[in-house]
């Protein structure tokens, strides 16, 4: 019977053990697969859990890219707009689909007068892959190629930047011209200027959104301006230069040059001479032989070293001679004139005794602390290659020279600097175009000496030759500096001077030096034509201050001879 | 027991697996609107850039002074110069007003709620009533 049993179904314990056990083995691969998977979802919920703990970032999203790249703002320090970007469209086109390429050709010229429709025609015909029409294109005119309906014509967006403030900082900013090109961006980079100095920082994405802050204020810098170019017209000028820095902190408040540009049309081609360039930026990069605006940096010079006083008289009465030339005054001068009065009189001899006295190692380093052997720091790209022209053996005649300003070619923005200096109380200006700008820097000369020069400028425009600069509450102190043009196959022309005017004001707490240059003007009011900066350059400068005044918020102040101490105090601006 | 464990493990890995796909697809939805919401803040942005452009066009000092040159007979402007600066502490304090009405100088409750009379006595206001209470 067993034996039967044991053929057919398993019974009794050993059967109960199996199928009891089965379900164990099997039981816990199962067992294992769903451990698995809770493992596995518990990890993915813990790791979420962890993610939604920790810090907040952005997500990076893929297609961010597509972004069109943007340039920086750049806003005048009162945060007007001067250069900006709009959007706007170019037309390309496909050759190899478009149907009837002459038909769309005369089209296209109907929409765009200005170029002839054989270009056109050429483009469309060429079988090219792909073709630039036009870069870039106004609404409108994209209208009116949309309109035409078209296949083959395709439209790329892109950026273009805009100066709402027109010529009027067109040195001062610069320009821009394509770098790279796709069908969907352009990658501008700057050409020139404040543009192509800060380019980088303009096109980083990170500041994008920041805007560029310059020290320029549009408002003085369009006054200058136009008073610099009505004054450029009416003498016959070839140009000119104006410089206007804040000196407690070196700041560039306006700086025009003329003749200028407007940085909204594309560039234009020139093909006069190179200094008649309206792109050359003259209160920069002109370097020219300042004149007699170089003798109060000589008796500053001789001052701060102790060598004289303001009333320490001078020999003026004889010409010197140097060198194999002589150093003359252009009128008679007495036999001796003060310190002070050199500088009133503008007395040529005077200034060269007084380079003697500090003697040639003193002098050029003293003019190399103010500034005038190396390029200016100012940020403008071109700024770096303007080295003044210095006398390729500075021998004693050249620091006579010099002392007179001859001899030595600086930029308007070189000389601002200088007076700056002296303005400041003797520490050094170094011009900026940031808003803010750099702070006085080391000690050039004694804050006596240049308290003593300033009121040695005052005298000059109280009853010297800038009387025409004087505005009536203002203070203005100065110099006037007529440089006969150096004639390029040598020697000088007798009958084209470089007029300049070097001003700070006021002078009983100076606060801001203007310069204006002019380059070859003439005065025809009189009987004779009349080229003396007294008569050109210092007049402007009465009518620039005249009008800047009010708007830097500046009262006139009480006459001189009134108590100075309330007049100090009320010198400063209402508002910065 | 290993039912219940099984059924109940099962459920969990259901419900986790759920969670976690909800979680995805939400957190897919949040990144797309973040990519609409961008799109929208640069057309923004360029719609204030080009506003801002157009700002500064308009308030060029040129083409204000052109249109102060245009107007000049209607706005009468002229230079600023140095007359016209001046101390706060010279500007007169306006007079004091002569009293035209009685009982204007101090003026008490009893006095306004009397009504304000000419000096001769004839009323100039009714007394002062507060306003009509809304209806409810």
Request: with cysteine; proline share 8%; charged share 20%.
């Amino acid at each position: 019977m067993t034996e039967l049993a044991g053929h057919g179904r398993h019974v009794g314990r050993p059967a109960d053990d199996r199928r009891a056990r089965i379900p164990q083995r099997d039981d816990w691969r199962l067992f294992l697969v769903i451990l698995a998977f809770l493992l596995a979802y518990g990890l993915v919920g813990v790791s979420m859990g962890l993610m939604a703990l920790g810090e907040p970032a952005e997500p990076r999203l893929a297609h961010s890219g597509l972004l069109k790249p943007a340039r920086g703002e750049i806003v005048d320090r009162n945060g007007t707009l001067l250069a900006g970007n709009l959007p706007a469209w170019s037309l390309y086109a496909h050759p190899r689909e478009i149907k009837e390429p002459l038909e769309v050709a005369a089209e296209l010229a109907a929409i765009f007068p200005d170029t002839p429709e054989a270009a056109f025609a050429r483009k469309l015909t060429s079988g090219a892959a792909f073709v630039w029409i036009r870069r870039p294109i106004t609404p409108r005119q994209k209208q009116l190629v949309h309109d035409l309906g078209r296949p083959g014509l395709n439209f790329g967006s892109r950026t273009v930047r805009v100066y709402p403030a027109g010529a009027a900082t067109a040195h001062v900013i610069g320009g821009v011209k394509p770098a790279k090109e796709g069908v969907h961006f352009t990658e501008l980079a700057g050409a020139g200027g404040a543009e192509a100095y800060f380019d980088r920082r303009l096109g980083d994405p990170e500041r994008v959104h920041e805007p560029l802050a310059l020290s320029i204020d549009l408002r003085l810098q369009t006054v200058m301006r136009e008073v610099m170019a009505d004054g450029i017209e009416r003498l016959t000028a070839n140009g000119g230069a104006g410089v206007l820095l804040d000196v407690r902190t070196g700041e560039v408040l306006a700086m025009a040059s003329l003749p200028d540009f407007d940085p909204n049309l594309p560039p234009q081609a020139f093909d006069g001479p190179a200094h008649l360039n309206p792109r050359f930026n003259r209160a920069a990069l002109g370097r020219y032989e300042l004149g007699s605006t170089f003798k109060p940096l000589t008796a500053a010079a001789a001052l701060d070293l102790g060598l004289v006083r303001p009333d320490t008289l001078v020999e003026t009465g004889s010409p010197i001679r140097a060198g194999g030339r002589w150093i003359r005054d252009l009128h008679a001068m007495p036999s001796h004139l003060t310190v002070s009065d050199v500088i009133r009189r503008s007395s040529n001899v005077g200034a060269a005794r007084l380079a003697m006295m500090v003697g040639t190692p003193r002098f050029k380093d003293y003019l190399g602390r103010l500034g005038f052997l190396e390029p200016s720091a100012i940020e403008l790209s071109e700024a770096a290659r303007a080295e003044p022209l210095l006398p390729p053996k500075w021998t004693d005649l050249s620091s006579m020279t010099i002392s007179y300003g001859h001899g030595l070619a600086a930029s308007p923005l070189h000389l601002a600097a200088a007076y700056g200096t002296l303005a400041n109380g003797g520490r050094r200006v170094r011009p900026s175009l940031l808003r803010g700008g750099t702070g006085p820097g080391e000690r050039i000369v004694s804050p006596e000496a240049a308290a003593a020069m300033m009121e040695m400028l005052r005298e000059v425009v109280r009853n010297g030759t800038g009387r025409r600069a004087e505005v009536p509450g203002y203070r203005i102190g100065g110099k006037t500096g007529t440089a006969d043009k150096y004639r390029p196959g040598g020697g000088y022309y007798d009958d084209r001077v470089i007029a300049t005017f070097a001003s700070v004001f006021p002078t009983s707490d100076p606060a801001y030096v203007l310069v204006v240059t002019l380059d070859e003007p003439t005065n025809r009011e009189g009987s004779r034509p009349v080229r003396e900066a007294s008569r050109t350059a210092a007049p402007l400068v009465s009518e620039i201050v005249r009008r800047i005044a009010p708007i830097m918020g500046l009262r006139p102040l009480p006459p001189e001879d009134e108590q100075a101490e309330t007049a100090v105090a009320s010198a400063r601006p209402a508002s910065d | 027991m290993n039912k219940l464990a099984f059924a109940c493990s099962m459920l969990a890995i259901v419900v986790v697996a759920a969670w976690a796909y909800n979680v995805n697809y939400r957190t897919a939805t949040a990144l797309d609107r973040v990519e609409a919401l961008r799109t929208k803040i640069a057309a923004e942005r360029e719609h204030i850039q080009v506003l801002e452009v157009e700002w500064a066009w308009l308030n060029n000092p040129d083409r204000l002074a052109r249109l102060v040159a245009m107007n000049a007979d209607r706005l009468g402007l002229g230079p600023m110069t140095l007359r016209h600066f001046g101390r706060v502490a010279a500007v007169p304090f306006p007079p004091e007003p002569e009293p035209m009405l009685v009982g204007m100088g101090a003026v008490e409750d009893g006095e306004l709620a009397a009504g304000l009379a000419m000096a001769d006595g004839s009323a100039v206001m009714p007394p002062p009533r507060p306003a009509a209470k809304a209806r409810p």
